[in-house]
């Protein structure tokens, strides 16, 4: 079991028709994310051509923003806001879809960006499936 299955797990109340098995994807998903964004982020700014990197470092600290925020409402189920939750799984989708895309621009030349695309896509991925499951 992972922190985050452990912790749903210990909600004292009913989490509804959620599926908790997409919930738990799109919050590891959505923190992975994060942290990958994050990570290049700032491995742009060591390379030497950091000023053609500018909207690539730009975009990952957004993602990272938008994922870390992201996973912050999913965690939290008093007081539940459907629309709320649709809002920001689609705002996360559009924003790991906008770093995936810049990142794999700059894949073949930096090695961080293309870990960080693939991070980008798979996050995406959990909150449309989410999305999705939500109904």
Same mark, same amino acid.
């Given at each position: 079991m992972t922190t985050v299955k452990d912790m749903l797990?210990?909600?004292?109340?009913?989490?509804?028709?959620?599926?908790?098995?997409k919930l738990t994807r /799109?919050?590891?998903? #959505?923190? %992975? *994310?994060a942290q990958a964004c994050t990570a290049c982020a700032d491995a742009c700014l060591s390379e030497g051509m950091v000023g053609e990197l500018t909207k690539c470092i730009r975009t990952d600290m957004d993602c990272a923003d938008i994922c870390n925020a992201t996973a912050s409402v999913l965690s939290r189920h008093t007081g539940y806001d459907a629309n709320i939750t649709r809002?920001?799984?689609?705002? /996360?989708?559009?924003? #790991?879809? %906008? *770093?995936?895309?810049?990142?794999?621009?700059?894949?073949?030349a930096h090695e961080h960006c293309r870990l960080c695309a693939e991070a980008c896509r798979s996050c995406e991925q959990a909150c449309n499936d989410l999305i999705q499951a939500l109904g």
């Open positions: 797990a210990t909600y004292p109340a009913d989490l509804g028709q959620v599926d908790r098995d /799109c919050i590891e998903e #959505c923190i %992975a *994310c809002a920001i799984l689609t705002a /996360c989708a559009t924003a #790991c879809k %906008a *770093c995936a895309d810049e990142c794999s621009a700059h894949a073949d």
